[in-house]
């Protein structure tokens, strides 16, 4: 039994590699291109560490000045404390005096959700952006949430019916798409030493 799971967990993942928006991440890869200013990059959970290593290889192989909010504890639980956790994105970006030459980019299973309070800090940040005319890119898992609604290029993490297992593929999702931007030709400018 525990062998035919994992058979259907790599069908589910493979139907997924092979069913992802192109044109999508095209279209993500093209405003990193023309980028002006810095990226954000923004996660919660399992897709903070997403964002983490994103921003990792955006600045060390991609020349890409990036920041992850999550990385920094002590600013991030500070205004937790101060100002609660649905603060807590917006507050850095504040901090950080995010504008219109930035690009933000959000790493999120749902995409946030104001109806049921879910990932409120995503949707801040989000808002924050659009109001400051910056470009918003999402990779998410769910086609409804309010990043794949309010983002200028969405790439939807396609689940057909595997959604009792959307946070799995949808992360581990988040780290392939990640790492074939920062892979294409037109962003990466130092070779990995492997």
């Known amino acids: 039994m525990s062998e035919e799971f994992i058979k259907k967990y790599m069908d589910e993942a493979a139907w ?6 192109t044109h999508k991440i095209l279209e993500a890869i093209e405003i990193l291109k023309h980028l002006h200013g810095r990226v954000f990059v923004l996660g919660v959970g399992g897709s903070a560490a997403n964002a983490s ?7 060390k192989l991609c020349r890409i000045e990036a920041y992850c909010p999550t990385d920094n504890v002590a ?15 917006i507050r850095y970006l504040a901090s950080a005096k995010f504008c219109n030459k930035d690009v933000l980019i959000v790493l999120s299973v749902g995409g946030g959700s104001i109806e049921r309070n879910i990932s409120v800090n995503i949707i801040q940040a989000i ?9 918003v890119i999402s990779i ?4 409804d949430g ?15 019916n595997f959604y009792e297992r959307i946070t799995p593929h949808a992360e581990s999702f988040q780290s392939v798409i990640q790492h074939c931007i920062i892979s294409h030709p037109d962003i990466q400018k130092v070779e990995t030493t492997w």
């Open 75 to 89: 600013e991030l639980t500070a205004n937790i404390n101060d100002h609660g956790f649905d603060q807590s994105f």
């Open 127 to 135: 808002q924050h952006a659009k109001s400051k005319n910056a470009k």
């Open 53 to 59: 290593h994103m921003v990792n290889d955006l600045r």
């Open 146 to 160: 309010f990043a794949a609604n309010n983002s200028d290029v969405a790439i939807v993490i396609p689940m057909a």
């Open 140 to 143: 998410v898992g769910k086609h």
């Open 16 to 21: 997924i590699a092979h069913s992802l928006p």
